[in-house]
């Protein structure tokens, strides 16, 4: 349309306006009686002109007349109009319409819950979940070297034990690398406020807060079981610690909860009742609570603990005698140790 034209288009609703049939009309037109039309998805590109955003809305049923939404504009106003993927009602008032291009997009995000203990494939299960998104491509970036976590050693890549167990809000537009960055700069700023950066070797206290963390359901418990850790890595013992033994059959238990003898003889450097020492990797995603216990165990002598109660609390002892009869009067009472 020429200048020409569109002030006398403009000029000839400004004068209708100013008649009591001519406002009635205008009124109509701009906030159409009746209840909204049906939701529709209207997406406006970057760098839309106020003209083709209105042919849009006209396309899309939102706006009864392009012309006459220009018009609006221009009367009242139209300020910024936001690019972005709306969801608006056909037959809309204008005013709402403006004032959601004004503000732009709502984001939709989706509640992501990370619990504590979770495997980095369990984690990756969680994600893929998510509306669009896949646990594999999670899992390629999180073992890529891509994503690092401050703590983590130069000749790692996997980021296993290094995503915080948490409630992420996530937004529908994030990739699955987006996610799994959030969810190591979550992990390091919790670790930095526990005091991880001044431990000695930081990676190895990540990987004893993971084995706390698997093998600990009572919080006072945890002190407790990183001391028995240390104790034996000092002995020197094998660390005998059923949940590396979960972890090297694929991290699924079994459906009593039970670990069988045989589970014990998996080929597997993760299988600490065969290798000495600490795992290579952490195990699971520690929690606060955990990752504090491996920074700061309680004092004590204990080599051996055992479930000793039906909520997960341990009993714990300095003597295999003692350890076995822990283990007695767990069953005795039937408790599944």
Known sequence: MSRVMWRLLLGAVVGLVGTGAGLAWYQGQVNPSGAPGEAVAV??????SPERIAAIL???GVVGSARLFRVYLRINGGGDLKAGDYLLQQRADFGDVVDQLQAGPKRSFDRLTIPEGFTLKQIAERVGKLPGRSKD???AAATSG???SEFQPDNVDNLEGLLFP???FVDRRDTEETILERMVTTFDQIAREEGLAKASNPYEKIIVASLVESEGKVAVDRPKIAQVIYNRLRVPMLLQIDATV???RGGVRRPDGRTLFSDLEVDSPYNTYKI?????TPISAAGRTAIAAALEPQA???LYYVKFQTDGTHKFSTTLAEHNAAIKDAKRRGVNP
């Open 300 to 302: 004590g002598p204990w």
């Open 166 to 168: 948490d409630t992420y």
């Open 43 to 48: 997406k406006i590109p970057d760098g839309s």
């Open 146 to 148: 891509r994503v690092r």
């Open 137 to 139: 491509a999670f899992l």
């Open 276 to 280: 000495k020492g600490l795992p290579p």
């Open 58 to 60: 006209d396309e899309r």
């Open 246 to 248: 979960i972890y090297a």
